[in-house]
């Protein structure tokens, strides 16, 4: 193998060497935290969900109001 492809493995080595200390600082989420913040999103997302479908019901029934 040429001096450029050991080269390159070695970056490669260092840089899962480098990811896997990172990964050892990072502060993962308990899952009572994953959980409750599940929970905001689904109803955040069915409030939004309920808002635009009544926007799109309005619109759509004015639109045909003033076609005809």
Request: charge should be positive; avoid cysteine; glycine fraction near 8%.
């Amino acid at each position: 193998m040429s001096g450029k492809g050991i080269e390159v493995f070695n970056k490669i080595n260092i840089f899962f060497k480098e990811v896997k200390n990172e990964l050892k600082k990072v502060a993962f989420p308990s899952r009572d935290e994953v959980i409750d913040s599940t929970r905001v999103v689904v109803v955040l997302v069915l409030i939004i969900a309920i808002f635009l479908g009544g926007i799109d019901l309005l619109l759509s029934k004015l639109v045909g109001m003033v076609v005809r």
